[in-house]
């Protein structure tokens, strides 16, 4: 197996091949349905992360079992370039792209509300007690998910869903869930709100009345593999972020404190941006799996799941560190006493687990550009709007006192004031103006740097992008109400950040990441070939549990995966 550096090095152009996804084939109907079917994300792993910590995962591991008992899909990748968190996990819990679920990035620009919108913000009331849960909830999320699926055609099952990220949790499960609860930094309870019932359950209750976050305080997080684990990762980058707590260190070991002597908002931050992170939602899983008797009897429940830590410790420290290594092993750990908690609890053969990731990341640019590549990071997107509203001057003259031409330039998209362009038209329709002005303003960004293309969205949403790989990650992403007028598109391994490492672009380290199945009926230890998306979950679930797949999902049971075992 090649290298995954050598991977991203031939990544440095081009995006990954057009998708294919296999033909569709009369599934099965299974002998017996799981109890629980489990949607698993692991905030951040990208192919290349995992394939690199795969020599080292511990024999009794969760990946280990996982690669032993069950299917890797090598294959595994987003159609949509809108890499990010909420759009990922959208698609994890619908089986569709970006397009069609409507979360197109964790936040967008709104021209109606002339402000950015978050992709889970909703007016929702908390719950007494616990104040900090309120206004989330589903509502921008545009698709149905399999858990709104199997309220509708699993008479008795229950849904639930669990991340420390609120938008990770909510966009998985969607509005139909039983339970969805996420975790508060400003307190370190785990919460919920009124969008998913009248009252906190006793159990949430309890879980947060026992505090096992503050018993954490003053743990030292040291190298849990042995010295091979981390060879050729240096401790100490000086692009790197420092620990959390204080010491001004990059470097492992380190004590999570927060710098404070005792547990409170700066610790409990602190353990979002470690692996205390992912241990606490592996606990409050298992308390919920208790508390709602998930798997308990023959009516399939789903739980859906997602660590977060991983990805606060990849931006902060870049996913070539030390820290995210030991991040990725420790997780491998993680996993392995889950799965042992649903053997005891559900029944060993009585679950299955779907395990993705909601987008990959790139090295960081001073690694990439040490090796070579075209590499760097700055105000890309400031540039390149510089350069459009300069040439947008040129050619219809300067916009009105105090106004630009764009309203808004983020998140890889370029928005026009209308206003502005309604007065510099002249004697040319609206409709001219616009498309005049898109191409000039895409051609400007393009020359920016740091700037790879730029492309007019209606030529896009129009035009047949045939096998160009780029230009359908882009339209994988566009849903009209939620588009600017120009997408961006950033050079691989540029950043628009001073974090050490990000993600959010079509390209291949990006959107290429983890897939695994693990369950009754499975050939064993195989790796698949056929493409995916890290929406597979909702159809094979769909087909072992005998209902109808959500509307949409784009994903088949690939042949290796049907006929009897």
Known sequence: MSSPHCVLLRLAVAVSSAFGLPAQQPAPKPAERPRLVVLCAVDQLASWVFDEGLPHFSKDGGFTRILRDGVRFSQCAYQHACTETGPGHATIGTGVPAAAHGIVRNNWWSPKDGRLVYCVEQEMKPLDGLPEGRHRGPGRLLAPTLGDAMKKHVPGSKVA????????????A???ADF????????????????WGKTAPPWLLRFNEQRVIDTLHGWVWDRLGPPEAYAGLVDDRPYEVPHLNASNQRT???????GK??????????????PLGNQMVRLAAQACIDGMELGADAKPDLLCVSFSATDVIGHQFGADSVEARDALLRLDGELGQFLQFLDTKVGAGRYAMFVTADHGVGPTPEWAKANGLDAGRGLLQMRARANAEQDLAARFGAPPAGKRYLAHVGEWSMFFDHTVLASNRGTRTAAAMLVEASRIAADAAAKAPGIHAAFPTAELLREDPGSDALKKSLIAALHPDRAGEVQLVVKPYWLDSMTPASHGTPHGYDRE?????????????TTVAAPVTPGFGVVWFAQLLGIAVPAGAVDTIPAALLGPR
């Open 161 to 172: 869903s669990i991340s420390w990220k609120d938008r990770s949790a909510i966009l998985m």
């Open 174 to 176: 969607g509005p139909a």
């Open 252 to 258: 492992l070991p380190q004590p999570m404190t927060g």
């Open 513 to 525: 990441v983890v897939g695994l199945a693990f369950g009754a009926g499975l050939p064993a230890g």
């Open 180 to 195: 969805v609860a996420w975790f508060e930094n400003s307190t370190g309870n785990l919460v919920t709100n009124t969008a």
């Open 261 to 274: 002597p005792e547990a409170g908002p700066p610790f409990w931050l602190e353990v979002y941006a470690c």
